[in-house]
T-cell receptor, first 114, second 115 residues
Framework: DAGVIQSPRHEVTEMGQEVTLRCKPISGHDYLFWYRQTMMRGLELLIYFNNNVPIDDSGMPEDRFSAKMPNASFSTLKIQPSEPRDSAVYFC????????????FGPGTRLTVL | AQSVAQPEDQVNVAEGNPLTVKCTYSVSGNPYLFWYVQYPNRGLQFLLKYITGDNLVKGSYGFEAEFNKSQTSFHLKKPSALVSDSALYFCAVSHRDNYGQNFVFGPGTRLSVLP
């Protein structure tokens, strides 16, 4: 397996624009996680899915953020409208379960909002 | 309350010396414990985990960690550090609470191995 795939790797956009980040988890993994990493706040869990269903979105910072998982092999994280404070590295991860199995992380998307 | 703590933001060690990166947790029951490493501009990579059994767990790249239930600790160790070990290290704990299975990452510790 190629591991968790994220696209794009880098995104530069202007404030107010819509941003869509994409993730393909490892085949057979039931859980998918979206994280955000910044120097100030460290690694934050935004939302996670189990079998394509959102389970906990309490980490989503604002209504401007939304995430979907239309099928087992694809998820999106959308920011609309984007703001400079959204600049961060966004990671997607997947795992077999949320307990005893480790999470596998993608390479991340570095988002810069000007 | 934070479930997992890494008391040191930064650890510096000379190449060839043993290294320790500390982790303590504060959950009840029998947690699962993990260590991850993040190299610059990369995602987190799994190093090792403790589920049950032997308290000393061996993982990738020569790292090991010791689970100590009485001290609620899971320190990461390596007998001889390499410059290439310089990275950000995260401890994580998985435990069951009133809301189900919870997985929490620590704040991270930056390890610098000096040549």
């Amino acid at each position: 397996d190629a591991g968790v795939i994220q696209s794009p790797r880098h995104e530069v956009t202007e404030m107010g624009q819509e941003v869509t980040l994409r993730c393909k988890p490892i085949s057979g993994h039931d859980y998918l996680f979206w994280y955000r990493q910044t120097m100030m706040r460290g690694l934050e869990l935004l939302i996670y899915f189990n079998n394509n269903v959102p389970i906990d979105d309490s980490g989503m910072p604002e209504d401007r953020f939304s995430a979907k998982m239309p099928n087992a092999s694809f998820s999106t994280l959308k920011i609309q409208p984007s703001e400079p404070r959204d600049s961060a590295v966004y990671f997607c991860a997947s795992s077999l379960n949320r307990g005893r199995n480790e999470q596998f992380f993608g390479p991340g998307t570095r988002l810069t909002v000007l | 309350a934070q479930s997992v703590a890494q008391p040191e933001d930064q650890v510096n060690v000379a190449e060839g010396n043993p290294l320790t990166v500390k982790c303590t947790y504060s959950v009840s029951g029998n947690p699962y414990l993990f260590w991850y490493v993040q190299y610059p501009n990369r995602g987190l990579q799994f190093l090792l985990k403790y589920i049950t059994g032997d308290n000393l767990v061996k993982g990738s790249y020569g790292f090991e960690a010791e689970f100590n239930k009485s001290q609620t600790s899971f320190h990461l160790k390596k007998p001889s550090a390499l410059v290439s070990d310089s990275a950000l290290y995260f401890c994580a704990v998985s435990h069951r609470d009133n809301y189900g299975q919870n997985f929490v990452f620590g704040p991270g510790t930056r390890l610098s191995v000096l040549p």
